[in-house]
């Protein structure tokens, strides 16, 4: 166990629709990072916060933000929905510099109908 | 595109045997590469990682050899179990950089 977790596990919504996805990082983490995972480009880096702001930011689409509150629990939004949005969205959470271990949690496996 | 190239997909080897992963890179500005371990229905776990100022790193029965020449770095699994069947992922960033490119992943089956 990561200390990580994510929820909800699983979501079946509908194209055009609107899903939040929410992490709690682990104690004393401030970083929290997004990554989608799906089976034809692997894990994509999506977003990073460092205690409330944005720090880094890859391949994430307009459709999708995210944010940290200030208890560092971060969510991540994707609205307008596609099938191709369909995959595993893991949270991960480090202290807070650069290259330092990144812990994932379990993971939100969305499914777009 | 992927800026970490992983091979091969998937490998299959007896309990014992050396399952060996390759992964190449072209971005010299990268200096820290993880390897992170994901077995079925988990998030990616590190395993082990390296700079380019050491050709091999030991971490139990993981080894990471590199080449910073080549711009390669493998993982090797030694004496490998039953347990050890999982994907794994290389990745790499630059200094400062809170991003990490993943590799495409490899899948490795160890049959008791």
């Known amino acids: 166990d990561s200390g990580v977790t994510q929820t909800p596990k699983h979501l079946i919504t509908a194209t055009g629709q609107r899903v939040t996805l929410r992490c709690s990082p682990r104690?004393?983490?401030?970083?929290v990072y997004w990554y989608q995972q799906s089976l034809d480009q692997g894990l994509q880096f999506l977003i990073q916060?460092?205690?409330?702001?944005?720090?880094a930011k890859g391949n994430i689409l307009e459709r999708f933000s995210a944010q940290q509150f200030p208890d560092l629990h971060s969510e991540l939004n994707l609205s307008s929905l596609e099938l191709g949005d369909s995959a595993l969205y893991f949270c991960?959470?480090?202290?807070?510099?650069?290259?330092?271990?990144?812990?994932f949690g379990p993971g939100t496996r969305l499914l777009v109908l | 595109q992927q800026q970490v190239k992983q091979s091969p997909q998937s490998l299959i080897v007896q309990k014992g045997g050396i399952p060996i992963i390759n992964c190449a890179y072209e971005?010299?500005?990268?200096?820290?590469f993880p390897w992170y371990q994901q077995f079925p229905g988990k998030g990616p776990a590190l395993l082990i990682a390296?700079?380019?100022?050491?050709s091999e790193k030991k971490e139990g029965r993981f080894t990471i050899s590199f080449n910073k020449s080549a711009k390669q770095f493998s993982l090797h699994i030694m004496d490998s179990q039953p347990g050890d069947s999982a994907t794994y992922f290389c990745?790499?960033?630059?200094?400062?950089?809170?991003?990490?490119?993943f590799g495409a992943g490899t899948t490795v089956t160890v049959r008791a």
């Open positions: 991960a959470s480090s202290r807070g510099r650069a290259q330092e271990t990144q812990y």
């Open positions: 104690s004393g983490d401030l970083s």
């Open positions: 916060y460092y205690n409330g702001e944005e720090r």
């Open positions: 971005n010299t500005a990268f200096d820290y």
């Open positions: 390296i700079r380019p100022d050491v």
């Open positions: 990745a790499a960033s630059k200094d400062n950089d809170y991003k990490l490119s």
